[in-house]
């Protein structure tokens, strides 16, 4: 998938911002980012749907209402452009300072490679269903996920890395004698 693998070279050293918005708007905020050139991610996952008796495989966001943005300006900046694009939003704040949360790019780059859509095996949670399962903490050392680090979880004879990230959990069947015991 071209757009993603073009996303991901992008990254930079940039902090990004978890923004919600309302009544699946999050492709209008999407389109108006890209209009603008920012550096935006929306967690996406193909589905078959059925139109006119053919069925075809599209496209779709992973969880409503839900785009990150790379932080490239000052904070009050950016929640300006964001009050531009006219779609009602919030951006993931720190419950104590009230400041939006700010994601690192190492997280945030980790995240965006274990949500490609062309990946098969992979599953989408809520938080509260990733913080439920146990699992231990690990780094995985071997194959194209190398370095990424979560929690590995054992269910249905078989294993599950789960990356968890602004209330979204990523689920993907791996082999245990990939990954290590993080410190």
Known sequence: MDDFDDQIKQTTKNPWYAVRTFNCQ???????????????????TYVEKEKEG??????????????????????????????????PFSVLCDKETKHPCEIPDKQMTEF??????????????????????????VRIIHGPFAGITGKLHRA??????IKTLAGVGV???????????AE
């Open 112 to 137: 965006r490679i274990l949500c490609d859509p062309d990946f098969k095996d992979t599953l989408y949670i809520t938080h509260e269903e990733a913080e439920a399962k146990p699992g231990k903490n």
């Open 26 to 44: 999050e492709l209008k905020i999407s389109d108006f980012l890209k209009e603008r050139k920012k550096v935006h991610f929306v967690p996406m």
């Open 171 to 181: 689920m993907m069947r791996i082999s245990r004698w990939y990954c290590e015991v």
């Open 54 to 87: 053919k069925t075809r495989k599209m496209l779709v966001p992973v969880v409503h209402n839900l785009v990150f943005l790379q932080k490239n300006e000052s904070r009050k900046a950016t929640l300006a452009m964001l009050k531009e694009c006219n779609v």
């Open 156 to 161: 249905r004879g078989g294993y599950y890395f």
